[in-house]
């Protein structure tokens, strides 16, 4: 074992609302969220997971080389291919209005008639229009790619090597859902909602996805693709995060948030990161702050866990923050019944705060309070948190922490069996804060870092 003290260092007129706490006494019971695998679903993000483009296809190696020698091969698939590659998020949500067996799903495609006017009816999310309007126009090589994969034995594969791993992580995502308390849930997003969707309170059906690395995504009528290497302990939030999909901001809010990157160096920034090399909806940063407010209101996240999110989220989402920190401020205790999220956030969006060094200013002091870090990136194992990345230059490195190495104890007490979120509470700081670490290694020994 190694023994460590960590120093942390700087990184970059209201109605009565309804209470949380209320709603939740009046409505606490978990219930049962059935989570389905689907191929359909998958062939679409396979289409990602084997493009060129690496935000979809790191970490797919294995199947690039299993599949893409034999697509070259075939010229009519390949160049199907090439005009499908990367298509597989807004894929998936024009396919989620056909049906689930694999030889319907063509055979629907090939009735232009039908498919497309149910697509007309379930298209509420307005970003995929051009979308259908791409596969209207490429429809019969999308047909000719479906049929290749179909006779090269996809479904086969997929039957006989990643079915069977998307069924353990279900049985894991299910156990964490349970917990969740969904009518509360549910009238808190209808707040954050542009319409009064789904009256009778029906859970919308949610899938997990082997390729879908590295997003969760939305589909048609409020349905939800869970990436299978997600954290089980963040399944609630990744769902609350697509249930609150079903909002969509007006023009002029789209158009204040222009401005503000227009005008602001500092917003701009992040939105570079945010929205081209994250490749986001315009929205997204409305969704996070409406998913952060609900997620501590509810509890399924801290206050310095959703911090953490804002601070660590594409190296940090400004916008989203500010945002967040309002709703928290203006609605302590919950929303009120009358809540508009389309007109607050054309009142947030105009106030002095999104000036340039204001902006600034105001999002290094929210983060303040997590803005520590020991410079290091963790994932799960079954041993503990395991470390798998060190940046130079930070307390981890400085102390001889490396890649592989398995943080056992903080302050005294075990990290195993922490979700991951709540291992990052923990090991990050303000600047200044020590934490006493114990390390896994090869051998047993200690030492202490200043």
Known sequence: ????????????????????????????????????????????????????DPVFSRGYEDQKQAWLPAIRNNPAAWQSFKIWQGHGIPLAYLLSVSSEPWPQVIAELRNPEHFDSEVEKSLDEPAYRKEFEFLKENRESLLSLMEYFQKAGFEQYWDGRIQGLLLQRIASFEKEMSMLNVPLLRRLIARFSSDQTNPRGVLPEVYATYFSRPYNFTLTRGSICLRSDLDPSEA??????????????????????????RDNPFYRRAWGKIYEGGKEGREEEFVIA????????????????????IKNTYR???????????????????????????????????????????????????????????????????????????????????????????LVEANGS?????????????????????????????????????
């Not at 203006?330 to 340039?356: I, N, Q, R, W």
């Not at 069996?417 to 896994?440: C, E, M, N, Q, T």
Request: proline fraction near 6%.
């Open 236 to 261: 609630p939030a990744a769902v609350l995060h697509e249930w609150l999909h079903q909002f969509n901001p007006a023009s002029d809010v789209l158009g204040l948030q222009e401005g503000i990157r």
């Open 1 to 52: 074992m190694l023994r460590l003290w960590v120093m942390f260092c700087m990184s970059g007129g209201l109605s009565s609302p309804i209470s949380a706490q209320t709603e939740q006494s009046q409505q606490a019971q978990p219930f049962t969220l059935r989570i389905q695998s689907s191929l359909k679903y998958d062939f679409c993000s396979f289409l990602n997971a084997i493009s060129d």
């Open 290 to 309: 409406a998913e952060l407010y609900i997620s501590v209101l509810t509890g399924i996240r801290t206050e310095r866990e959703a911090l953490r999110y």
């Open 414 to 450: 075990s990290l195993n069996g922490l979700p991951l979120p709540k291992v990052l509470d923990i090991v990050s700081g303000r600047p200044g804060d020590a934490i006493d670490l114990v390390v896994l290694k090869k051998g047993r020994r200690r030492i202490k870092l200043t």
């Open 316 to 406: 940090g989402l400004p916008l989203a923050g500010l945002i967040y920190d309002r709703l928290h401020s203006v609605y302590p205790a919950g929303l009120p019944v009358e809540f508009d999220y389309g007109h607050f956030l054309g009142d947030v969006l105009k106030s002095d705060v999104f000036t340039a060094a204001s902006m600034q200013n105001a999002y290094l002091r929210l983060i303040g309070p997590v803005s520590g870090s020991a410079g290091m990136r963790l994932e799960l194992s079954t041993q503990g948190p395991i470390v798998v990345q060190v940046f130079d230059g930070f307390p981890a490195s400085l102390a001889g922490i490396e890649i592989g190495d398995v």
